[in-house]
């Protein structure tokens, strides 16, 4: 099986939900339909105290489903380990990782999200 970096950039996150695999602004139902087991990791050393940032995952059940949230994590302050790393998700349907600003100071913010197909 084949490990690439198949999305990675950075940017600077503020209060609009972000979509990191599409590098724009998140738009429900603007998803990804690669198939594959994925693993998304940030960089969140740039964070500093008072900072907090909400990820959230979205995948449809069916293909013929509605991209739904199964995942929302606050990332807050300064981080112990600054590399957050999902755990690996299987996805086929229409899929989004996303990272919003909910307090603080907008960052660049590094990630990759990585396949194994």
Not at 18 to 41: E, H, M, R
Not at 94 to 100: K, S, V
Request: aromatic share 12%; net charge negative; hydrophobic share 40%.
């Amino acid at each position: 099986m084949a490990i690439s970096a198949l999305y990675e950039s950075s940017e600077t996150i503020s209060t609009t939900e972000y979509s990191l695999p599409n590098d724009a602004n998140y738009a429900a139902g603007s998803v990804k339909t690669d198939d594959g087991i994925f693993q998304c990791w940030i960089d969140l050393s740039a964070m500093v105290a008072g900072d907090v940032y909400t990820f959230r995952a979205y995948e449809k059940v069916q293909s013929a489903g509605t991209v739904r949230r199964f995942m929302a994590l606050t990332l807050d302050g300064v981080q112990v380990d600054p590399h957050f790393v999902t755990p690996s998700f299987i996805f086929m349907h229409g899929w989004d990782f996303t990272l919003q600003r909910t307090a603080g100071t907008d960052r660049s913010i590094a990630w990759s999200i990585r396949q194994v197909a």
